[in-house]
């Protein structure tokens, strides 16, 4: 089966700094997308960035990059000079691309505090 | 020119009614889901669906159904709702299943008293 693992629940970063969340994730599959949604106080659903499984280098969006260690099923997202509006719960996610489903499965989550 | 729209957003209902959430897309997206998050922001796929196939998660009860009057809506019916029901459902579309990302509506919360 697979799975997606936050482990850590929450975290904290001065504005202006930059933070890592971490995500590993299972899978039995060889070509699947990684994705990392956020979720601010609003409730709303957003996505951050995406990465495809068969692309080594690394996504870029602005401020936020992965770090996608395939060997490791690694997929860390890195936050560049952290924003008060960066507060938010973000969501790991994994989506096989092979098989009918396609369906995301998330992680637990990490709440994300970004402090003034 | 809200992408994904849920109604409604907060539905407060009493143990053993019936109701709906709907769910419309403006994308033109071929592929719609539901997702459940519960009191520990844990987000979980119920179904998804197009216009060929439906896939529901095993362990989603069966009085949960979704009905899809055509693409661009798929709409939530809960039967005899329990207090374990008590979520935020959020509706998602997406132009196929894998690699196209997902949209998400803005979620309804549903309390059961």
């Known amino acids: 089966a697979q799975t997606v693992t936050q482990s850590q629940p929450e975290m904290s970063v001065q504005e202006a700094e930059t933070v890592t969340l971490s995500c590993t994730y299972d899978t039995s599959e060889n070509n699947y997308y990684l994705f990392w949604y956020k979720q601010p106080p609003s409730r709303q659903m957003i996505l951050v960035i995406r990465?495809?499984?068969?692309?080594?280098q690394n996504a870029t969006e602005n401020r936020f990059s992965v770090n996608f260690q395939k060997a490791a099923k690694s997929f860390s997202l890195k936050i560049s000079d952290s924003q008060l509006g960066d507060t938010a719960m973000y969501f790991c996610a994994c989506r096989n691309y092979g098989g009918s489903q396609g369906n995301l499965i998330f992680g637990k989550g990490t709440k994300l505090s970004v402090k003034p | 020119d809200t992408a994904v729209s849920q109604t409604p957003k907060y539905l407060v209902t009493q143990m053993g009614n019936d109701k709906s959430i709907k769910c419309e897309q403006n994308?033109?997206?071929?592929?719609m889901y539901w997702y459940k998050q519960d009191s520990k922001k844990f987000l979980k796929i119920m179904f998804s669906y197009n216009n060929k196939e439906l896939i529901i998660n095993e362990t989603v009860p069966n009085r949960f159904s979704p009905k899809s009057p055509d693409k661009a809506h798929l709409n939530l019916h809960i039967n005899s709702l329990e207090l374990g029901d008590s979520a935020v459902y959020f509706c998602?579309?997406?132009?196929?299943?894998?690699?196209?990302?997902?949209?998400f509506g803005d979620g309804t919360r549903l309390s059961i008293l």
């Open positions: 994308l033109g997206h071929d592929t």
């Open positions: 998602a579309s997406s132009q196929g299943r894998v690699n196209q990302p997902q949209h």
């Open positions: 990465q495809e499984a068969y692309k080594q």
